[in-house]
C-alpha cells in the first residue's frame, strides 16, 4: 500500500529517529555532487526561508549555515524531496570550493583498486 507521503504533493518530510534529513548538495550547473549534509526541521526551515542552504551538524550538535565562516555559502536554486520524504536533494550555486579542505566538492577524491587516488 502506497502512503499519500510517497505519491502526494505535500512536503511531509520523514525525520529519522534523531530528527534528521540526509541532504545531498549538487552543483546547478555541472551537476557534480559537492557534499552530503543532514538537515533537522529548523535547518530545512532556514532553508526554505533563506535561499543559502542550512544543515544540522552531527557532530557539534548545532545548526549552521554553509559558508558562514569560510563565506562559501551555497545558494539554493532547488530543492527537491525523495519519493518517502526521507532524503532531500539540494541543487546550488556555490560560492566557492564546498568542501572544508578547500576542494571544489567533499567528493574529490577517487577510489582505484584498493587505495584512493586524488581525482584531478
Known amino acids: 500500500m502506497t502512503h499519500s507521503r510517497d505519491t502526494g504533493l505535500t512536503l511531509d518530510p520523514k525525520f529519522d529517529s534523531s530528527g534528521l534529513l540526509t541532504a545531498v548538495v549538487t552543483d546547478r550547473v555541472s551537476g557534480d555532487v559537492l557534499m552530503v549534509a543532514h538537515m533537522n526541521a529548523d535547518a530545512l526551515a532556514q532553508t526554505q526561508a533563506t535561499g543559502e542552504a542550512h544543515f544540522w551538524s552531527r557532530s557539534r550538535q548545532a545548526l549552521w549555515r554553509k559558508g558562514e565562516t569560510s563565506g562559501n555559502v551555497l545558494r539554493v536554486a532547488e530543492l527537491r524531496i525523495d519519493c518517502d520524504q526521507d532524503a532531500i536533494w539540494v541543487i546550488a550555486d556555490a560560492a566557492g ?16 583498486g584498493d587505495g584512493l587516488v586524488t581525482a584531478e
Do not use: K, S
Not at 100 to 107: A, D, K, P
Open 97 to 112: 570550493p564546498t568542501c572544508h579542505t578547500g576542494e571544489r566538492t567533499c567528493f574529490y577524491r577517487r577510489i582505484e
